[in-house]
Nanobody, 119 residues
Framework: EVQLVESGGGLVQAGGSLRLSCAAS????????IGWFRQAPGKEREGVSC????????YYADSVKGRFTISSDNAKHTVYLQMNSLKVEDTAVYYC????????????WGQGTQVTVSS
């Protein structure tokens, strides 16, 4: 059974940091990309970052470039999103999803983890 489980969300002040984790199981990790998405109340879901487990290539949305870093521990089948210099507008539910390509829609999704950034 394919599973993606996010963790690491929480409440942080603006300027602070959080690290999200996405633990994957039930599939061949190296065959897929893992992406982070977020959805704030009343807004559409947006892609934040993505990593290819096979070659380590990464993608970042312009809104998070220079502040967020995605990484992958292939031995642990876990993808991390280090979020620094957090802003109030980063507040959202963050989801990880797998797909063959970083521009794919994602075929399996985690349950999400709430990130709240206070001013």
């Amino acid at each position: 059974e394919v599973q993606l489980v996010e963790s690491g969300g929480g409440l942080v002040q603006a300027g602070g940091s959080l690290r999200l984790s996405c633990a994957a199981s039930g599939f061949t990790f190296d065959d897929y990309t893992i992406g982070w998405f977020r959805q704030a109340p009343g807004k559409e879901r947006e892609g934040v970052s993505c990593i290819s487990s096979s070659d380590g290539s990464t993608y970042y949305a312009d809104s998070v470039k220079g502040r967020f870093t995605i990484s992958s521990d292939n031995a642990k089948h876990t993808v991390y999103l280090q979020m620094n210099s957090l802003k109030v507008e980063d507040t959202a539910v963050y989801y990880c999803a797998r797909d063959y390509y970083c521009d794919g829609p994602g075929d399996y999704w985690g349950q999400g983890t709430q990130v709240t950034v206070s001013s």
